[in-house]
């Protein structure tokens, strides 16, 4: 019988109202007792000394650009990157190449996640063939063959009938479509946020209009119609207040904001780790933080943080999009959208924690608790909680160490991340998967 026991760690865990020194007992993969102190011989025990244990991490947006973009990332880099950030659950995105759109591409997906995966690796759909917007998807048949969403992710659902059919259809399938919220015809090619930052470089605005435009005709169609939408990485404040107001309303609204959006404002554009420099040249920007939506305002940021911590935003995800060197080294214009986060982002959000700006019970609800409670509306799968008869899914934390981020520290393929260079409050020790030790810090 597989037997593990976790001996003196700091349980953390609100959804069962932990925050205390306590045993541990996995048994076959479940966790089997949670107890002041649990003392058996013949079995493997790791100590905790006081180190923070918490239910393994989910993320319901990331991008291993399997199959398509693999020289960036595959299914077996990515989930080991993930693993190393504490993941141990994640919902890949539909944008490959080929898109996941009918049956026969969920089921190679599904080959390539069962052969190579690391962690739990479940996968969206498609809303439409092709990603097109005009034809949707067959949403029953992917639903009956282990789809827990779809996403035209990157694009908006331009035609609101569409959307609005969809969401229907998804819904009738116990499940939800994840919108990329920016109206394409506002967005006019913009990169950055409209501010001074876009002034001073000369780059192209963004405007938050073509976010606030998608958020509020999304919670409109949701409203109108009884229906649940999620809306991936909001980054601003104005999107904040129409969730808060919608859900005071009683809307079925989900939302999700991104660690780099809560960490990083968009002075981080001209790569001085948020500094504004005295001076512009064609050194003064770091395409790495090019992202989609972009960086926004420290206003824009702190609205978010005050968001997680009232709940207006339910769930945080890395929405990690792995790019190679070669990608990055280009103008800004020209640079791809996306930042590596899968192994940032809890370290980065602890620091965020230290900074007294969030609570560390905020980021166990929204990366473990919430998401897991989707998931198991969905499939019927316990995770994301420190509970008895849930999976052993557990990410152990020294909360004293500092991590080191360079370009040594990855796994993943790719290092594009605008936190090359930082040192963090936190270090991730061990990740545990269904009762197995699958990453573990040697340093």
């Known amino acids: 019988m597989n037997k593990l026991l976790l001996k003196n760690f700091t349980i953390i865990d609100p959804s069962e109202n932990f925050k205390n020194v306590k045993d541990l007992l996995i048994v076959e993969g479940k966790i089997k007792e949670i107890s002041e102190s649990i003392d058996l011989s013949d079995i493997k025990i790791i100590e905790g000394n006081n180190n923070y244990l918490i239910p393994g991490l989910i993320d319901l947006h990331v991008h291993y650009r399997d199959p398509g973009e693999t020289y960036k990332e595959d299914i077996k880099t990515g989930s080991y990157a993930s693993a190393k950030g504490g993941f141990t659950t994640v919902v890949m995105m539909s944008n490959t190449n080929p898109t996941i759109d009918n049956l026969n591409s969920l089921i190679e997906q599904k080959k390539l996640i069962d052969q190579y995966s690391k962690i739990r690796v479940l996968q969206t759909s498609s809303v439409t063939v092709g990603r ?85 005709r999304d919670i409109e169609i949701a409203k109108e119609n009884d229906l649940w939408i999620y809306l991936q990485h909001i980054s601003c404040k104005e999107s904040v207040e129409l969730i808060r107001i919608a859900k005071n309303e009683g809307v079925k609204v989900t939302a999700e904001v991104t660690p780099h959006h809560l960490f990083m404002n968009e002075f981080w554009t001209y790569g001085k780790k948020g500094d504004v420099p005295s001076w512009i040249d064609l050194k003064s920007y770091d395409t790495n933080t090019r992202v989609n939506p972009p960086l926004r305002s420290e206003l824009d940021r702190k609205s978010l943080l005050d968001a997680i911590m009232d709940e207006t935003i339910d769930i945080i995800a890395t929405d990690h999009a792995p790019h190679s060197k070669g990608d990055k080294l280009d103008t800004f214009d020209n640079a791809p959208a996306g930042i590596n986060g899968a192994e940032t982002a809890l370290i980065t959000l602890m620091e965020l924690v230290d900074r007294k700006e969030i609570s560390f019970e905020k980021i166990v609800q929204t990366m473990c608790n919430k998401p897991g409670e989707i998931l198991d509306n969905i499939l019927n799968l316990k995770i994301g909680k420190i509970k008895k008869n849930y999976l052993a899914d557990l990410v152990i934390i020294d909360n004293n160490s500092i991590t080191k981020i360079d370009e040594d520290f990855f796994v993943s393929k790719s290092k594009n991340s605008p936190l090359l260079g930082s040192e963090m409050k936190g270090k991730i020790r061990m990740t545990i998967f269904d009762g197995n030790v699958i990453y573990e810090d040697e340093k």
Do not use: W
């Open 132 to 216: 097109k917007g005009k034809e949707i998807v067959d949403m029953d048949l992917l639903s009956q063959n282990g789809v827990v969403s779809f996403s035209d992710d990157g694009d908006v659902i331009s035609d609101p009938n569409i959307l609005n059919q969809a969401l229907k259809l998804a819904n009738k399938n116990n499940r939800t479509i994840f919108e990329h919220c920016e109206d394409h015809e506002l967005i006019n090619d913009g990169i950055i946020n409209d501010g001074s930052v876009s002034v001073r470089l000369g780059i192209k605005p963004r405007s938050k209009e073509a976010e606030i435009s998608s958020v509020k």
